[in-house]
């Protein structure tokens, strides 16, 4: 999972955070000095009432708490075994191909459940801010505010462990491949790559050695033949003596054989 992937659950905890602190911001300034929550109609009294730096000093420490609860309850929602966490569909949820969509279901709904306490604070210093006077002074207009939240709360409680952990395989198949994907994009490297020259394979490759020895000297020990003295005579071939000796002066003349049997008639 890639860092955009990490990061998307608490947009909207970043959204709220931005829209309270502008509200505190406004109150700062626009707030009388004493402040009134909870008018009472009826005696003309007040049931809340504190200074305008008290309250806003209030706001800022609500805020304060509700984000650090959200970082911790999400980083143990990162860190702790998924043996130990609590979901609906154990067996589906718990199951290492799933693990992965557990956490971020409940990185989701943590981080929804966490705007709304933002927004219910903001919403109360708006209220603050328009319930000083004339008509919108009623003491119901922050009862309603704080049972819509209440009920919004324990509503999504409930909706969470009955339908927003349905066991989906198809959807939880289709996630994990996105999520894969869009790891492989954000880790790879720019595609604009300087296109180096490929080594010549003719080049790089060794030149072939003959396996025969070259024989710098003959095989044997023994000296090579000395040449011939008779031309025509190929060197290295003894020179053989007649069968009668050796030849002296002239040729001697044809001189046919006898045959045995005497002449034929």
Do not use: C
């Not at 700062?28 to 909870?38: A, D, E, H, Q």
């Not at 008779?230 to 002066?249: C, F, I, N, Q």
């Amino acid at each position: 999972m890639n860092l955009v992937a990490r990061l998307r659950p608490a947009v909207p905890v970043a959204v709220a955070l931005v829209g309270v602190l502008v509200t505190l911001a406004m109150a700062s300034r626009v707030l009388p000095g004493r402040v009134v929550m909870v008018h009472l109609s009826e005696t003309g009294g007040s049931a809340f009432a504190a200074s305008r730096d008290d309250l806003v000093l209030l706001g800022a420490v609500l805020v304060v708490g509700i984000v650090v609860t959200w970082s911790v309850s999400a980083l143990f929602l990162a860190v702790t075994p998924a043996r130990h966490v609590l979901v609906p569909h154990a067996a589906f949820w718990k199951n290492p191909a799933n693990r992965a969509e557990m956490r971020r279901r409940y990185q989701r709904y943590l981080a929804v459940a966490t705007s709304a306490s933002l927004w219910f604070v903001a919403a109360l210093f708006v209220l603050a801010l328009v319930s000083q006077g004339g008509p919108l002074a009623a003491w119901w207009l922050p009862a309603a505010v704080s049972a819509a939240f209440v009920l919004f709360v324990l509503g999504g409680l409930i909706w969470v462990f009955t339908v927003g952990f349905t066991p989906t395989p198809a959807g939880v198949a289709v996630r994990t491949a996105a999520s894969d994907r869009e790891a492989r994009v954000a880790s790879s490297p720019s595609s604009t790559r300087v296109a180096l020259p490929k080594p010549d394979a003719s080049a790089a490759r060794p030149p072939k050695v003959s396996q025969r020895p070259t024989e710098a000297t003959p095989r044997s020990g023994t000296a090579p033949p000395a040449p011939s003295p008779r031309p025509g005579r190929t060197s290295g071939r003894p020179e053989t003596a007649p069968a009668d000796g050796p030849r002296k002066g002239p040729p001697r003349p044809y001189q046919p054989r006898p045959r045995s049997g005497g002449p034929r008639g």
